[in-house]
Each structure stands twice: as C-alpha cells, then as structure tokens.
C-alpha cells in the first residue's frame, strides 16, 4: 500500500511536470530559437524556416491558426511566447498593431529591401509579399477580357457568381477598398446587388468557387492569384489542375484604377522573449532567398525590388496595381464586416 | 469567542470531520466545473465594447433561426429511426437480429465533423455519386440535372440525424426491453393489433426514457462545431467561433454563449425531472424478449432493409470512403507526423479518462455517504460542464487560466525572482481540464449506476467488521464494480479522442490531436490527408459500442 502511495506520488509529479511544460522553461537554454505564430498554412512556410534554420542554426517554432492568433498574444499579455506573426492580410497586421500586442523595430536591413508602402510607418510590421484579388472566369462561357468590381453587382452577371464568405479576411480587404473608393451607401448598394447575383450561399475557400466555376453552377468568381498558380501546378490532386485549366484570369479595373492588393506581412510581438532573434527573423524574410522563394513556391509577388515573379505569374498578366493605401483599407475592415451582416451576404 | 462558536456551530452540522472534508473536497470539484461558467458570464457582462445590439440586430437572429430548424430536423429523423430500430429489434424476429443490436449503435464511433466531411467529399460535384451519374447518362454540367445540395441545412440535418439516432436507439432499447410483456399480451388478449400495442402502451411507457435520448441528441447537436461551419450552416456555435475569432470579438461571442447556455440548462432540468419519473413499477417477471413476433417474407425484408439502412448511412459508406482515401495513399503516410499525432491524443485522453474516473469517483462516494445539501449541490453543478459547447468551454477556460498564470508569474516574480512562463494556459494542462469539465457528468453517471447495483449487504459487512469508509473503498466497493469504472474511462477516453472545438483553440504550440489533423486538412478541402487520424478515431470509438451493447443486455433473458 506505501509502495503503491509512492508510486501515485511519483507519477503525479512526473504528470503535472509534463503537461505544464511550457515552451519559456527552456528561455535559459543555450538553443536558439524564435516562436512564430502564423496565419499562413504550415506547407507555405515551412520551407523559408527551414532555410532561416540552416542559415542561422536558430530553431523554429511554429504554431499555426487559421483563427485567433492576436486573441490569444492578447489574452497571453506579457507572458505570450510569441515573437514574431506571421499573416496573410493586412487587416491582421493593423489589427495585431491595435490590439497592443506588437512593437516598433528599427532595422537598415528591412528599410533597404522593402519599399516605405508596404512598410508600418510606424515601425511594427512589413509586408512581405503582395497578392491581388482578382476574377476567375470560365474560358468557355465568359467572353469578356476585362471587367471592374463594380461591374459584378451588374445584372448581367445574375447567377452566374461564386464568392467565398463576404467575413472572410481577402473579401473585407476587398470590400474596405471599395468604401474607400465610393463612400459607405454606394459600396452597400453594390454589395447588395453583388448578393443577389450569386449563384450559391457563399461556402468553401477561393479554390472551391473555381471548381464551381468547372461544374458550371457560375461563371465568375473571385480569388487570389496565388490560388490559381497551385492548382495549376498540383500534383497532389491533379482533378484542380483540370479545374485551373477551364478557368481564365481576369485583373479587375487594369485600365482604370488598378487590380486590388493585400500583403501578407510579418509583425514584432510587443513581449517576444527572443527579440534579436525574431528580428534576424523578420530580416531573413525580406532578403534575396525568402522573396524568392516567396515567388517561385508560393506563386505570390514578391516586395522586394529586384526579384521577379515565377513564370506562371507572369503569365496572368500585366498587373496594374492599386495604389490605395493599406492602412486605409485596414481602417475600413470593420465597417466592411458590418456591411456584410448588414446586407446579409453570407445567408 | 464568537469566531470559537462559529466554528464549533459547524463542526456540528456534521456528523464527523471526515464529512466535513469530503464536503470541501465536493466543493472544491464543484468549484473548478463551476469556473469556466462564471467566466463566461463575467466576460459577457464586462464587454466594454458592446456588439449586443449589432449581433441583435444582425447575425444573431439568424444563429438561432437556423439553429432551431436545425435542432427540430434533427430531432424529429433521430426519433423516427431511433424508436423504430429500437421496437423492431426488440419485438420481432428475424435473421441476423442479433447482430444488428449493436450494428445499429456504429454511427456512435464516427464523430459528426467526419461523416459531414467524407459525404461532402462523395456527395459532391466531383464526388464518386454525381461524377458517375453524369457519366451514365451522359450529362455534361450541373445546368443539365438537378441534385440536392448537400451543403446546406437540409444536408446538415441528414448528417447529424444518422450520426446521433444511436442516442435515442439505446434509451429506448433499454425502455422497452423493462416494459413486461404481460401488458402487450393482455391487449393482445383485448384484441388490438401490435401496432396499436405499440403507438397506446409501449410507446407512452417508454417516453421519458426516449425524450432523455432526444436531450442527447439535442445537447450533441448544439455542441457541434466543425460539421456545420464545413456545411456553411451557420448555428450559434459557428457563430461563437466566428464573432470570437474572426470578428475578434470575444464579449459578443461570450453573449452568445450565454443564450446556448441557458437553453441547455433547460434541457439539463428537463432531463433531470425526468430521470426521476421514470417508473420502475412494471412487473418485471416476463420479458419482451421471451417471445419475438415472426414476420412474413415480405415484412421479414422490409424489416432488414429498414434495420441495415442506418447503419450504412451513418457508418458504413463514411468508412469505405475513409479506407479508398487510406488505400489511395498508403504509400504517402508520413509515419513520424502520424505517430506524434496518434501519441498526443492518447495522453490527452488517457489522462483525461483517469482523471474524470477518479473525480467521479470521489464525487459518487462522498454523494452516497455524506448527503448534505452542499454536496448534492456541488454535484449538480459539477455536471453542468457537459452543458457547455465545445467553442463556449474553450472560452471559459482559458480566460480564468491566464488570470491565474498570471498570478503565478507575480508571485514567482516578486518573491523568489524568477521569470516563469505561461504554466497552464498554453499547455495541456488547459486542454485537459476543459476535458474534465465537459466530461465529469459521463464518469458521473457511469459511476453512479455502478454503485447503485452494488449490494448494501456488503459494504455493511466491510464497515462492521472494522474496516475504514476509505478501506472499504479501495479494496471492497471499487473491485466489484470494475465494469463501471472501465465503462467510464472507456466513454470518457473516446470522447476526449474525438473531441475537437476545445482541442483547436486551447492548444499550444507545435501541439496538433488526430481531431485537429483531419480538421486542419478539412479546411482546406484535403480530406485524403486525413483519412488516416480520422480512421483511428473511429476505429477507437468501437470499443466503447462493444461495451454498450453488454450493458444493455444485462439482465435480459433469452
């Protein structure tokens, strides 16, 4: 009976040592490493890690979420793990700076390789890379080359479009632009004559309305560049190469004024433990080796000047950017969440 | 002096101190389910920025409209499969019956997030059905024929009704086979037909027991997350996790937990009210079961065909589109991922099951000895965790859990300088906690049956003859019932396996389950990657149904 107390004793330790282990315990390590928290898919930046951990010998460690990063580093507070964020939206970026979970940096490295437009004026944060939101049309059925957002609220384009959730961060970012560019009642207007030409309740992700788009229950819709680069190029599940090879890309607004941009970026975690690190980090991203792997394996633009886009890019054409500026559109994301409930667009 | 007799005033109210300690130890249990509730209040009423009005005015209605329709579909299929399946394997006889006793029960193993992702993977455009549909007849796009939908509420209600029906399948199951058959043979005798024995007898006497099964069903159905937001079906716990984390929002999101909270509550009191009317005063002597009525051919058919089909719906097909999926890639599996995966589940739920068993263990012994009013009090709110929904429970749990690290952080800080990181709110501790809290109720109740078919003879005897109320814990009471304490680790183990809402939000760093593997790979329409962890899940989930079905025929003759 006392053995077996000893050995409850024991295990109990052992159990509440394990399950407490907190990655900080090892701050006093003489490992080197940096924590990220991303909102980008693991496979897209697993690679450009790994590069930073030959090069540097410093560890990486990433915890991903599609949802609720900035939450939890603000739920976290001074305690948060994190040094650096990792995003895919300018909203994000904006929002993590509000929230109060990140701080300023200074860095000859970053200033040099990342044009002052996709950099915080204040310091906290750098886009990385850039990606446009453009229009998915089927080769067959859609006869026009070009087209405006504006358009798509047109009732020439009735049942004929797939969009993916109006919450979602690349719509809001896309809709804020809109409010910037024609005022709150107008934008409203078209989001609401946009609802009534969907040809489905919004649902999936941007590569799901292409595949509705291969089904033929729309014509248009509305995605990233990047998306349609992979499934172009996927092996994994060659049927979305089918879908990618029925479907043309269109740069929305090209002669007007430009196709709209978002970023994905990276962000100083106001309490990072590993602050040089994170830095060195953050550096590594905007040189030479991460923005080309950016563009050749993500398929996205990359920001710094000099390095150019992967073929395939290329080949969507000649990209006329808009030239709005970001924080604006980042300003205006929560009047557009509320616009979307308001209209009803994801019923 | 007054303080002395405060005390002793106390010490009175219990028999001994022992009493008084297991008291604070109910107490205390209670307390820590308690917790992640309050929070949830707090954090609702305390929102500086209040969205009430905007989610009133907005979104809100539509979260409940849709959860209602989505709660009535369910409900009203669950009970037409459940209480047929259940009468028909009761009352006749035909080949393979026994068998199809514990079939019925598979959907029980297949978590509701991975039957909607494998149909929305078959029944879908590209899927296997409508991709050879259009190939038999030539079609060449959706303009040329009409298929229903299956990302939509009605596909969601399809999903979720054959996933859950083996809720209402057992507690009828158990009801009828109580029900004596000398009450149907008498109206045999008066000359009604079994049909009508059936719809004025049976089926009034097994009403308490089927509407607790329906509470099931209903609680489940509230609980679900990923299912419904993978359908585009946006219920309030959809809408929980979107205002929470896509609208950064987490007061709205705590307010509207607090409605799902509430209707909950309801039902928990309903079931309640009704565990305690159920009768037991029916003449036990004969069983249903002596003699089964014999079909027809034609109605020996019907019957089977209406007896597999649940089973192939809700289990079957899902399973043979997960096993193409692992037989498409066998030779892509990337055995280290899926090892470190498959090993991160099993400590979190084995060291939830011994946890919630131990906790239910206390909980039942100090009810069942001690019964004070504090103690039946904490035990009922040490139930109530099953209440909260998988994305409310990540809420209330990781808000009181910072506070405390937090306070930790201050206390190692200012008195014995050291720089401590997050102790519990990024680890598994939190993880397992939200487990304990959600499935204390399970061990609960699993327990307490338990307990109740021990023989007081017993226990009397041990104590008689010197033997200590702990002793006779250890070494009498808790080897007899053996079967309950497995049953209970067993339920809670599964459970924990496939338990997903919580596990996304609350876990750390580099910390991925099976559930949020087939999750993560869901989202982004990659469903073979996943088809691995989600077969282990279910393959785990078989167990317990093994277990189930002895339970039920306990006692059952021939």
Sequence with gaps: MRFMKKILLFSLTIFILNTTYAESWSSGNTLEEVNVYSYRQPYLIEPILKRFTEKTGIKVNVLFAGKGLVDKMVQEGENSPADVLLTVDIGRLSGAVNSGVSQSFKSGIVDSNIPPQYRDPNGHWVGLTARARVIFASIDRVIENEITYEELADPKWKGRVCVRSGQND????????????????????????????????????????????????????IGNTYYMAEMRTNEKEPQQKEWAANTKIIMPNAEGRGTHMNLSGVLLARYAPNLENGIRLIEFLTEDVAQEMYADINYEYPLKAGVGVSDMVASFGELNADTLDLITIANGREMASKMVDLVGFDE | ???????????????????????????????????????????????????????????????????????????????????????????????????????????????????????????????????????????????????????????????????????????????????????????????????????????????????????????????????????????????????????????????????????????????????????????????????????????????????????????????????????????????????????????????????????????????????????????????????????????????????????????????????????????????????????????????ESGFATLNPDITAASRLLGKSKFSTLIKIQLPIIKPALIMSALLVFVDSMKELPATLILRPFNFDTLATNVYTYASLSDIGNASLPAMTIVVAGLFPIILINRELNRGRKG
Excluded at chain 1, 182 to 201: C, Q, V, Y
Excluded at chain 2, 34 to 62: K, Q
Excluded at chain 2, 266 to 273: D, F, N, P, S, V
Aim: proline share 3%.
């Design chain 1, 170 to 221: 690349y719509n809001l970012a896309l809709f804020s632009s809109l409010i910037a560019h024609h005022g709150e009642i107008e934008a409203t207007n078209w989001l609401r004559d946009l609802k009534a030409n969907l040809a489905r309740t919004p649902q999936g992700n941007d590569r799901d309305q292409v595949k509705g788009i291969y089904s033929g229950e729309c014509d248009i819709s």
């Design chain 2, 1 to 447: 002096m007054v303080w002395q007799l405060f005390m002793r005033a106390i010490f009175n109210k219990f028999s001994y101190q022992k009493e008084f300690l297991e008291t604070l130890g109910a107490l205390f249990v209670a307390s820590i389910i308690a917790i992640p509730i309050l929070a949830i209040f707090y954090i609702a009423f305390s929102a500086d920025d209040n969205i009430w009005t905007h989610l009133a005015s907005t979104v809100l209605p539509g979260y409940i409209i849709t959860t209602v329709i989505v709660i009535s579909g369910v409900s009203i299929i669950t009970l037409l499969i459940g209480v047929s399946l259940a009468w028909i394997i009761t009352v006749y006889e035909f080949p393979f019956r026994r068998i199809m006793e514990w079939l019925c029960l598979l959907p029980l193993a297949m978590p509701a997030y991975i039957v909607a992702y494998t149909y929305g993977d078959f029944l879908d455009y590209t899927g296997f059905v409508q991709s050879n549909l259009r190939f038999l007849f030539g079609w060449d796009s959706i303009k040329d024929y009409w298929f229903p939908d299956i990302y939509s509420i009605g596909g969601s209600i399809f999903i979720m009704a054959f996933v859950l029906y083996p809720y209402i399948y057992i507690t009828s199951r158990a009801a009828f086979l109580r029900q004596s058959i000398t009450l149907i043979e008498m109206s045999s005798i008066l000359g009604k037909s079994s049909l009508y024995s059936f719809f004025h007898i049976a089926l009034p006497m097994a009403r308490p027991a089927i509407i607790i099964g329906l509470i099931l069903v209903i609680m489940e159905t509230m609980n679900e997350f990923a299912a419904f937001e993978y359908f585009g079906v946006d219920t309030l716990s959809v809408g929980v996790y979107i205002t929470w984390l896509g609208k950064n929002n987490l007061g709205g999101a705590a307010q509207i937990a607090i409605f799902m909270l509430l209707f909950v509550f309801l039902l928990m009191m309903i079931e309640k009210g009704l565990r305690k009317k159920r009768s037991f005063t029916q003449n036990n002597k004969k069983q249903i079961s002596a003699n089964r009525i014999k079909l027809s051919k034609g109605r020996l058919v019907l019957v089977m065909i209406i007896c597999i089909l649940p089973v192939l719906i809700g289990f079957l097909l899902p399973s043979l589109v997960l096993f193409d999926f692992i037989l498409e890639r066998i030779f892509e599996v990337e055995l280290l991922e899926y090892s470190s995966l498959l090993f991160n589940s099993l400590f979190l739920s084995i060291c939830a099951a011994i946890l919630t068993t131990i906790l239910g263990i206390f909980l039942v012994n100090t009810h069942s000895t001690s019964n004070n009013l504090i103690i039946r009090l904490s035990v009922t709110i040490s139930r109530l965790g099953y209440a909260l929904p998988g994305v409310v429970l990540a809420i209330g749990v990781i808000v009181p859990l910072i506070a405390v690290d937090g306070v930790l952080r201050n206390i190692f800080g200012q008195y014995f300088n050291i720089t401590i990181g997050l102790i519990l709110s990024g680890t598994l501790m939190a993880i397992i906690y939200a487990y304990i809290v959600r499935f204390l109720t399970i061990s609960f109740g699993t327990i």
